[in-house]
């Protein structure tokens, strides 16, 4: 190439002015031919993989339509999570409008208030609230009222199943209360949505099992978690032997701070004439009013469930729902009170194990060599670094999260031949499926596997972002309204309850405790719980 | 600016030219990889965005349908761009385009003093990163353009000199 200004003044195009014109038009072919090879080379190892794996990644079936006459539901206990639950079915309180409103304004990236108003409606009314302490009876009444329905305050669950006004009831009090009110719930024929731990003691799951399964309502363990996207597409996975024998699970909860660790603010009008204190008592021991005990219930044993009923219970249920292997064989739980000691009863750094000696989800080696499975839950309230969900197997691991990512083991023997070949590599994830994403796709790079880590994509269900616990009401009410089984179900709350009272009668006694899976019942450690009633 | 062909010596061109054309397969190429990858967003990647115009770029990403007219205009910003400087076709054009897009991407990630990003980085940048330099990279061959003695540019010029006969003038690149 040389400077040309010979031709500056001509008019004329000559044969120099073409050849310098597209003298860089072969560059074109080089790069053409070079983005072909390399992208043949790509997808022929991503199509094997691909192949390989046969890995269907789909969405959960869209629920059923919302239409026809207004569902009258009633709301039991208002606190953080009713009020949680009403916005999710959406009805917002006057104050929470406000605050989003300002949130909005400070920081245009906070949707939460748009997310909130965009969310279809689900053509239910709130036509009843019960709440013990009167401050939240009436912001649930501010919250649901509508100019077509007038909500009532009951002032106890027993007034509020006994009217013909309410079709179901979702019940989101302390867990104490949680089996007797679902239970005169189902005998007064009102579909239940009920927060976790489904149960308090272990007889009550026995009791709540068998007056759902004697009743026609529609009944819902508030795991929202169940309708998260990649479900589906993880348990296709495990299915598909992508993992080979899981002999491991790692599922973890890691906390660090004082509202994480249930020591909830105390409202200042909170007085004995304020709440009905021994409504709240129920079964519990008899002691004077104590605000404390009414607004960190979470913190005793004698109304809550502690780390097992509360925390264990999502993890639990969220493996339960995709390998679906049930109450363990074997509970083995310890841990203490070592970074909150306020005088609580609960452990706030717990470890549990359970154990499946005869679970497996499938084998790529010789017959009989593998079988039994461990799942593992470690928690602490004292320290808040993430440590992932994982499904250990002998060909490769699964992180779960909102993401899913399959990472081959070096040492597989499914993949063994791809790993040789350089196919696959154990560094880079074998299948990594993004929800937020605009598709599907297989193997994808290290970039994307560090945004599914920090979480930075969302998850969009047509095209909208949505909240997992709208979905999961949104799944009950369809059921009411359309008919069929919603996910988290009494046979999954009763797996869900009886583990969790496995573990916390483990931590309780210091012994193994032991499920006979014939006779279901537990059969080596008395339930303290009911024995102190 | 004005810069007449004669000022670059036989060997200045030849850099030029070739800086010009790394340039555009790296843009062709970037372009390229978004068209054939289905789920390619560039979503994540806004999400990451930190600095003084992190909000914006974080709207973007949280808006499905401007996301979606983000991702086709920068795919086929970048094949423009590449096209465009490979065979040195309305070239001072693709080269304004270019140093914009680079621009957006050095203000969405600058590597300012605190700036964490989870993207993950093949090299240590302060102030300075890989975009800035290409994108300075682009103003230089557009204070030194080279399409009008090698590239369809020329073609393009000489062509027009031809349906101007009659008022031949000095050319200007």
Redesign the interface.
């Known amino acids: 190439m040389t400077p040309d200004n010979s031709n500056t003044h001509s008019s004329g195009i000559t044969r120099r002015d073409i050849i310098k014109g597209m003298a860089t038009v072969p560059v074109l072919g080089a790069f053409w031919a070079s983005a072909a090879a390399k992208q043949s080379y790509d997808g022929s190892v991503k199509e094997e993989i691909l192949n390989e794996l046969n890995i269907k990644a789909s969405l959960p079936p869209p629920t059923g339509s919302m239409a026809g006459t207004p569902l009258r539901v009633g709301i039991i206990g208002f606190g953080i999570r009713g009020e949680q639950l009403v916005r999710a079915s959406g009805f917002a309180t006057p104050e929470w409008l406000t605050r989003m409103q300002e949130a909005a304004q400070k920081n245009s990236n906070d949707t939460r208030l748009k997310d909130f108003l965009e969310q279809e409606s689900l053509n239910i009314q709130y036509t009843g609230v019960c709440d013990l302490f009167d401050i939240r009876a009436e912001k649930a009444l501010e919250a649901v009222k509508t100019d077509q329905n007038n909500p009532k305050r009951y002032r106890t669950y027993q007034e509020m199943l006994a009217s013909p006004d309410i079709d179901a009831v979702i019940i989101a009090t302390p867990d104490h209360w949680h089996a007797p009110m679902a239970i005169a719930a189902a005998q007064a024929g009102k579909h239940v949505y009920v927060e976790k731990c489904m149960t308090h003691k272990i007889q009550e799951t026995y009791d709540l099992y068998d007056a759902v399964t004697q009743s026609d309502i529609v009944f819902q363990v508030g795991h929202q978690h169940r309708q998260t996207q990649s479900f589906l597409t993880a348990q296709d996975a495990i299915q598909k032997n992508v993992l080979g024998h899981v002999s491991l699970i790692q599922a973890c909860t890691n906390r660090n701070s004082d509202n994480g660790a249930w020591q909830y603010n105390i409202h200042e009008a909170a007085s004995p004439s304020t709440i009905d204190w021994q409504q709240f008592l129920g079964d519990a021991p008899n002691i004077p009013f104590n605000k404390e005990h009414f607004f960190r219930w979470r913190k005793w044993w004698a109304y809550g469930t502690g780390l097992s009923g509360d925390l264990l219970t999502h993890d639990y249920d969220r493996i339960n729902c995709l390998l679906e292997m049930g109450i363990p064989k074997y509970v083995t739980a310890s841990g203490g009170v070592y970074t909150h000691r306020d005088g609580r009863e609960v452990p706030d750094v717990f470890q549990v194990t359970m154990e499946y000696p005869d679970y497996s989800t499938g084998s790529t080696q010789d017959q009989g060599k593998e079988k039994g499975m461990t799942f593992l839950y470690s928690a602490s309230l004292g320290n808040q670094y993430s440590r992932p969900t994982l499904l250990m197997g002998h060909d490769a691991t699964m992180e779960l999260g909102n993401s899913l990512t399959i990472y081959a083991d070096p040492r597989s023997t499914r993949y063994q031949t791809m790993l040789e070949e350089e196919t696959v590599d154990p560094n880079v994830p074998l299948y990594a499926y993004s929800p937020g994403q605009k598709g599907v796709d297989g193997v994808t790079s290290a970039t994307a596997k560090y945004f599914a880590d920090k979480g930075l994509l969302y998850t969009y269900r047509d095209g909208k972002r949505v909240d997992s616990t709208y979905l999961h009401i949104r799944e009950w009410l369809s059921c009411i309204r359309n008919g069929g089984q919603p996910s988290c179900g009494i046979k999954e709350g009763f797996e869900e309850a009886i583990s969790a009272h496995m573990a916390t009668l483990s931590y309780k006694t210091g012994q193994r405790v032991e499920w006979d899976a014939k006779t279901r019942r537990i059969v080596n450690v008395e339930d303290p719980m009911v024995a102190a009633t | 600016m004005k810069t ?3 000022s ?3 060997p200045q ?2 850099v030029l ?1 070739i800086l ?2 790394l340039i ?2 790296h843009f ?2 970037e372009g ?1 990889v978004k068209l ?6 560039a ?2 990647y806004l ?2 965005s930190q600095g003084l115009f992190a ?1 914006m770029f ?2 973007i990403a ?1 808006n ?1 349908g401007l996301m979606a007219a983000v ?1 086709f205009l920068n795919t086929w910003g970048l094949i423009a761009v590449g ?1 465009g400087l ?3 076709f309305l070239t001072q054009a693709a080269l304004i385009g270019g140093m914009i897009l680079l621009g957006l991407y050095y203000l969405s990630h600058p590597p300012f003093i605190s700036a964490q990003y ?3 980085s093949e090299g240590s940048y302060l102030w300075v990163n890989k975009n800035l330099i290409e994108l300075f990279a682009m103003a230089v061959l557009y204070v030194f353009p080279t399409s009008h ?7 393009m010029q ?2 027009g ?2 349906t101007k ?1 009659s008022s ?1 003038e ?2 200007a690149a």
Do not use: C, F, H
């Open positions: 007449t062909i004669s670059l010596s036989p061109l030849n030219v010009r054309l555009g397969w062709l190429y390229a054939y990858s289905s789920s390619w967003s979503a994540g999400n990451d909000p974080k709207a949280a499905p991702d096209l490979i065979v040195g989870a993207l993950p003695i090698i590239g369809l540019d020329r073609l000489r062509y000199q031809q006969q031949p000095e050319v």
